[in-house]
């Protein structure tokens, strides 16, 4: 079984709620993630495969979603873990 890979990271536009201005968000999407036995384990290899984009991407933006996604999914797995 392969580990899961990241496709890319994916700039997008959505509307604010505040305002009525357009803001750019970012989607970071998964390809090729494969059934674990647990959500541990699956958000494991998520973690890895954000780390090998991070080392990819060169852009202050999208460095900063991936490491806050990073930090989210290490929150969870610390949660799984309690």
Same mark, same amino acid.
């Given at each position: 079984?392969?580990?899961s890979e990241? %496709?890319?990271i994916r700039a997008m536009k959505? @509307?604010?709620t505040e305002t009525n201005e357009k803001e750019t968000v970012y989607c970071i999407e998964y390809s090729n993630q494969p059934f674990? *036995?647990?959500l541990r %384990?699956? +958000? +494991?290899?998520? +973690?890895g495969s954000c780390e090998r984009?991070? +080392?990819k991407t060169n852009v202050t933006? @999208?460095?900063?979603a991936i490491e806050r996604e990073m930090l989210i999914? *290490?929150?969870?797995v610390d949660l799984l873990e309690y």
């Open positions: 079984m392969n580990i990241l %496709d890319h959505v @509307e604010a674990y *036995k647990n %384990d699956s +958000i +494991i290899a998520q +973690i984009l991070l +080392i933006n @999208e460095r900063n999914l *290490k929150l969870i």
